[in-house]
């Protein structure tokens, strides 16, 4: 009964931190804008560059923009606020290392979620995209994971550096390559074999991937859908670890 009530105790602690980091970060006009428009406008201009048909172009934007939306603030969230003291001040809380991994990481994965499945509604009425129950859960399970992922990899790169600036720097450098490596605007079955290769150890591939699977009926897709999962699945999974192990490597720096 202790470890539950204890356990209870750190949901609690999680869900205020999330609430704290969606008020102070998320809901600002910038921030919206960046997450959303930013993606829609770089995937604009290389369909207006060569037009084709944009159903098929739909879960790459979608991805696209669940990327943007949960890493716009998380590669920058924490190394600021050890700038101003607020992790310090976190730390000397009574809340496990793992629960503060978690709480930061809600907040990315929520914009996240929702920039996705606003992207994903939007493009399935525009462009009358197959819909139904199972598609739908798919979708979602695919965008959930999706979210997970690209904001444990914001909370991972924050752990790693000392300040914004360079925190910004190296979430470009993971994010830029990605969208040209992990099948956004190329499927990855018609690319060279060395770049396939490479697309196969980049997480975003798989949330594409599983997003053609489900709004194409698999045209373009180049895993299958259960493969897709698991390895979006496992992404989540190391990341957490590697943040977890990375936090407590830096608690010493960060009090």
């Known amino acids: 009964m202790t470890s539950l009530a204890a356990g209870r105790r750190q949901v609690i602690r999680a869900w205020h931190i999330t609430a704290k980091d969606i008020r102070t970060y998320y809901?600002?006009?910038?921030?919206?804008?960046?997450?959303?428009?930013?993606?829609?406008?770089?995937?604009?201009?290389?369909?207006?560059?060569?037009?084709?048909?944009?159903?098929?172009?739909?879960?790459?934007?979608?991805?696209?923009?669940v990327l943007f939306g949960a890493t716009s603030v998380e590669a920058v969230a924490i190394a600021f606020e050890?700038?101003?003291?607020?992790?310090?001040?976190?730390?000397?809380?009574?809340?496990?290392?793992?629960?503060?991994?978690?709480?930061?990481?809600?907040?990315?994965?929520?914009?996240?979620?929702?920039?996705?499945?606003?992207?994903?509604?939007?493009?399935?009425?525009?462009?009358?995209?197959?819909?139904?129950?199972?598609?739908?859960?798919?979708?979602i399970v695919i965008l959930l994971l999706g979210s997970l992922i690209f904001a444990l990899m914001g909370v991972l790169l924050s752990l790693l550096v000392r300040e914004?600036?360079?925190?910004?720097?190296?979430?470009?450098?993971?994010?830029?390559?990605?969208?040209?490596?992990?099948?956004?605007?190329?499927?990855?079955?018609?690319?060279?074999?060395?770049?396939?290769?490479?697309?196969?150890?980049?997480p975003l591939t798989y949330t594409v991937d599983g997003l053609r699977h489900v709004l194409l009926a698999g045209e373009g897709a180049y895993f299958p859908l259960w493969l897709n999962l698991?390895?979006?699945?496992?992404?989540a999974a190391a990341l957490y670890g590697l943040a977890l192990v990375l936090l407590h490597h830096r608690l010493e720096e960060l009090l």
């Open 27 to 65: 809901l600002k006009p910038p921030l919206i804008s960046w997450g959303m428009l930013f993606p829609v406008v770089l995937f604009l201009a290389f369909y207006l560059r060569d037009p084709g048909d944009m159903r098929a172009a739909i879960p790459g934007l979608i991805g696209m923009t």
């Open 164 to 202: 914004v600036f360079d925190a910004m720097t190296l979430s470009n450098f993971f994010r830029f390559p990605m969208i040209f490596l992990c099948g956004v605007f190329v499927p990855v079955g018609a690319m060279a074999p060395l770049l396939r290769g490479i697309a196969g150890v980049l």
């Open 230 to 235: 698991v390895a979006a699945a496992a992404f």
């Open 82 to 139: 050890k700038r101003i003291g607020a992790m310090e001040r976190l730390l000397m809380a009574p809340i496990a290392p793992y629960t503060l991994v978690l709480a930061k990481t809600a907040s990315g994965a929520v914009f996240g979620l929702a920039t996705g499945l606003l992207t994903w509604i939007l493009s399935t009425l525009i462009w009358r995209l197959p819909l139904s129950l199972g598609g739908a859960v798919a979708s």
